[in-house]
């Protein structure tokens, strides 16, 4: 399965009548218009097959994350550009259908990104896969209430324990009690067929489940698959070999929150767990060279390096066989 990187300016609506003098109506314009997104111009968005686009590659808070006053005034300054909390768009062009894989803080953007791409007859989405309820996964269901777009009965797909947490607390359950959303069942391993052309497989990993369990996806094709886990705890803690997982599918973006232990000055990281960028390509080195380019790294926290191009450390993943995930990715299915 081949990778698709490229250059394309988003066009985003503006969402304000005027723009006058107002200091939040400027810097909202200046963070849309500085989102970043890849795209090969070389080769056009397919239309004879589904296929799967990164919106998003950053941690849950998104880049720049919230009080961190450096990180503003490069955006400011057009030093560096804004990344997105980590979703995915799964897209069939053949069926004028589409899906979303994490319901991120940055819902709206990611839609009107997703808008460019294609339509579907049932607008916003045929669907929205959730991984578990950590806050860069599920609260742009925000979106889909009477506050803001008051959708129907939108499919969200949730394992148990999420389904019980977003039927049982509001104001998700308002989603709920409105027919916003109607949650659909998924349990562990059980594929889920979407259509002729493309499934999909729940798969539980280990993780801070402090309101539900977290699963990770294999999306598959009749030829090709793609899995997508973006938090696990450790990779030793799962009781599945990943390096088995890496083996057999054609692509597989994995979590790379951190780079390495010690990142965020004055924070014990054993309360945040999550294999490091450098425990991973240890623990990959013994994969053959066509396996280490199917892992593309993604779930990047605003502390970490692999955020950008111009880093040592993005050289290094790169040296070492590995991808490092960018907006606007595309992968044909």
């Not at 006053?69 to 062009?93: C, F, H, M, R, Y």
């Not at 916003?180 to 539980?204: A, C, F, G, H, M």
């Not at 698959?225 to 803690?237: A, C, N, V």
């Not at 990047?300 to 907006?327: D, I, S, W, Y």
Request: glycine fraction near 6%; aromatic fraction near 10%; proline fraction near 6%.
């Amino acid at each position: 399965m081949n990778a698709w990187a490229a250059e394309a300016k988003m066009k985003l609506r503006n969402p304000f009548s005027t723009l006058t003098t107002e200091l939040f109506g400027a810097l909202f314009l200046l963070l849309l218009m500085g989102c970043e997104f890849q795209q090969n111009k070389q080769v056009p968005t397919p239309t004879d097959s589904p296929y799967l686009v990164v919106l998003g590659i950053a941690q849950d808070a998104g880049y720049p994350q919230t009080g961190q006053k450096e990180e503003w005034q490069k955006i400011k300054n057009g030093t560096v550009k804004v990344k997105l909390a980590t979703s995915l768009g799964l897209i069939d062009p053949i069926s004028n259908q589409r899906w979303l894989f994490e319901a991120s803080p940055s819902f709206n953007i990611q839609l009107d990104k997703m808008d460019e791409f294609s339509t579907t007859e049932n607008h916003p989405y045929d669907g929205i896969f959730l991984t578990h309820a950590h806050m860069g996964h599920y609260t742009g269901l925000m979106h889909l209430g009477r506050e803001v777009m008051g959708a129907s009965d939108v499919p969200v797909y949730a394992m148990p324990r999420m389904t019980k947490f977003l039927t049982n607390n509001g104001p998700w359950s308002q989603l709920v009690a409105l027919n916003n959303i109607s949650l659909k069942p998924l349990q562990n391993k059980q594929k889920i067929q979407l259509n002729e052309r493309l499934s999909v497989t729940p798969i539980e990993v280990p993780h801070r489940d402090e309101f539900s369990e977290t699963v990770g996806y294999l999306i598959e094709s009749e030829s090709k698959s793609l899995l997508f886990i973006p938090d696990i705890d450790k990779w030793e803690k799962w009781d599945e070999p990943i390096l088995d997982w890496i083996n057999e599918v054609d692509v597989a973006l994995l979590d790379a929150t951190f780079f390495k232990n010690g990142e965020i000055p004055g924070r014990d990281m054993s309360e945040i767990p999550h294999p490091f960028v450098e425990e991973s390509m240890a623990l990959f080195s013994e994969l053959s060279a066509e396996n280490k380019s199917k892992v593309h790294f993604i779930h990047f926290n605003h502390t970490n390096p692999l955020l950008f191009n111009n880093t040592p450390e993005t050289q290094m993943v790169k040296e070492a066989g590995f991808k490092v995930c960018r907006q606007g990715l595309l992968w044909k299915f």
